[in-house]
């Protein structure tokens, strides 16, 4: 949204758009109410990211609903998280061969990616395969936010050689996102490799005494390497936002 806001302004400024037009655009309803949600349609000029739809408490009726508000009004690239296969399915009726769902990540795309305009790579690694989901929440997220994406999956330290094997691809990151349930020893291991900013994100991928992901969140918070950021238990789509406003900087 950031980016077409330049955009209009640049045609301002060659002559092809009017002061005029470009005002009118600008004072659009900054939201739309449709009853049971207020669509923010400002968002993406605020923040540089426009609304992202949390499916998991709202019905099939209310997701399609803030959907198809969104692309009313122009809104090309359209995130939801936390849907279930079920609400997906409605979803897909409605709006056809738009939606690409992801059952494992529980994310739906609707509309095309954008092309990536981020400064360089976010690298998504995680310490074993039970974490992929979270894992692709936050790939998919970055990559709905307009960024190159790395996959390392099942690097964890329990054969640390497989983490070293991918030592190119750490060092080149321009942000990393290390995503780990059991004692969470990867984000440091990462941290301790890496000159970029690395997001810690803890999964409740363990035995007992995990507690759900509460051992790996602390552990990451713990971490002795610097530079380790930590975002809540299974928040993909935390990291991978946050990732997205990093990779951002220079851009912006």
Known sequence: MRNAVKELLTAV???????????????????????????DLHRGVRK?????IYGESKTAGQITGIVKTMQEHGQ?????????????????NAVGSDLDYHEDARVG???????????????VCTGGTSDIPVAEEAALTAQALGNNVLRLYDVGVAGLHRTLSHLEDIMKASVIIAIAGMEGALASVIGGLADCPVIAVPTSVGYGAAFGGLSALLSMLNSCASGVTVVNIDNGFGAGYSASLINHMEAR
């Open 76 to 92: 090309k690239t359209i995130l939801i998280t936390r849907m279930s296969p079920e609400k997906a399915a409605v979803l897909k």
């Open 13 to 39: 400024s060659e002559g092809k758009v009017s002061v005029e037009e470009a005002l009118l655009k600008l004072k659009e309803e900054p939201f739309a109410d449709i009853g049971f949600a207020k669509v």
């Open 109 to 123: 795309i609707v509309g095309e990616l954008p092309k990536p305009d981020g400064i360089g790579t976010i690298v």
């Open 48 to 52: 540089g990211v426009p609304e992202v």
